[in-house]
């Protein structure tokens, strides 16, 4: 298994990680992977798949939690965000695949539901979410090869234990600071004087020119320009791509304050030299499972007039702000580390190893 940053004595920010320092950290979530990886005959390279997280234990349909979006910069497409944004309720599995992929992964959402809910009558229609960043250098994404079964597999993969990061999943094509991206997770858990609660994020990082990498606040980027580059004077668009972001915690939080800890994942990408570039779309998501038994949608037979719920009152909240930002930031390293070198469709993505970064870290000043 690949060293993560803080094997590595790499320190992101001041909180204290959880256990797995994950995304499933957070009670409940879990995490699963389908990844496509083949050589075609005709000389096309498939490098893609899709990555499922599920928000809570058993199916998300019956168990809504309240959930808000920001995007950073909108050169991208996600399914599912308007019913969020006026409602505030996250309904469904949340999917990351590749751009062109967002539509089969959308409909297998929906088909995988009624298959595992034959029982539930409920008059109501499902928008699941599905988040894509552009594979297309490594991988052939005008195949179309991601197909119904790979969503059903990674749903089957799906786990509570440390998700597998790199060239995973939706993850398997993806470019990140010029080097091989793709899928990284980190977690931040507050002291139990502050409410003790957990926020972790799990992103797509395909995003970032190399120049422009940071480390721990250190311009690493730099002294990483004599490591190949997928990007050549033919293609010269370094930082094309996106990078989408989850965000969970069980922190007991309303919809609009959901919206205002996915803002946050601006601060961790910009930590690491991102978020400027017009070619990359930024859209991120947070949930928060702090509040129970939320009525599922079933509009022939509606429930009670209301629902008790929990707030964190805003004195409290920035604290929740700065483990996003830590644990966004966290991921892309981690996310950075985890991905070995991938060839595909003539193109070469390298992979940072834990040596180069170190060294490079060393050469900006840092010290363990």
């Not at 008790?308 to 929740?320: A, F, G, K, Q, T």
């Amino acid at each position: 298994m690949s060293q993560r940053a803080q094997d590595l004595g790499i320190k992101i920010g001041h909180g204290v990680a959880g256990p797995l320092n994950a995304i499933t950290d957070v009670p409940g979530v879990r995490v699963g992977h389908a990844s496509i990886h083949a050589d075609l005959p005709d000389g096309r390279s498939v490098r893609t798949g899709v990555t499922v997280i599920e928000p809570r234990a058993g199916q998300a349909r019956q168990s809504p939690c309240f959930a808000g979006v920001h995007v950073l910069n909108g050169n991208g497409d996600a399914t599912g965000l308007e019913w969020i944004r006026e409602a505030g309720l996250l309904t469904s599995p949340i999917a990351f695949t590749n751009t062109h992929s967002v539509g089969v992964v959308r409909d297998s959402l929906i088909a995988l539901e009624r298959e595992a809910l034959p029982a539930d009558d409920a008059v109501y229609w499902n928008m699941p979410v599905v988040m894509e960043t552009f594979d297309g250098l490594l991988n052939d994404i005008n195949g179309f090869h991601v197909k119904p079964e790979h969503v059903r597999q990674a749903l089957q993969a799906a786990h509570e234990g440390l998700p597998q990061e790199g060239a995973v999943g939706g993850g398997s094509g993806m470019i990140c600071h010029e080097f091989k991206g793709g899928i990284g997770t980190a977690s931040r858990r507050l002291p139990a004087d502050r409410g003790g609660w957990t926020v972790g994020a799990i992103v797509q990082a395909n995003h970032g020119k190399r120049a422009s990498l940071l480390v721990g606040g250190y311009p690493v980027g730099r002294h990483l320009a004599h490591i190949h580059s997928p990007f050549t004077p033919q293609l010269p668009h370094p930082g094309m791509g996106s990078i989408v972001v989850t965000l969970a915690t069980d922190a007991p939080l309303l919809p609009h304050q959901c919206a205002r800890l996915a803002q946050r994942a601006s601060i961790g990408i910009a930590r690491t030299g991102g978020g400027t570039e017009d070619s990359s779309g930024d859209i991120f998501i947070a949930f928060a499972t702090g509040n129970d038994s939320l009525p599922p949608a079933d509009y022939a037979n509606k429930g009670a007039f209301t629902t008790p719920l929990r707030m964190v009152n805003n004195d409290y909240i920035s604290e929740l702000f700065a483990a996003a930002a830590e644990a966004v930031e966290e991921a892309i390293i981690n996310a950075l580390l985890a991905a070995n070198t991938v060839s595909g469709n003539g193109h070469r993505a390298e992979g940072l190893s834990a040596e180069q970064l170190l060294t490079a870290l060393e050469k900006s000043g840092w010290r363990k």
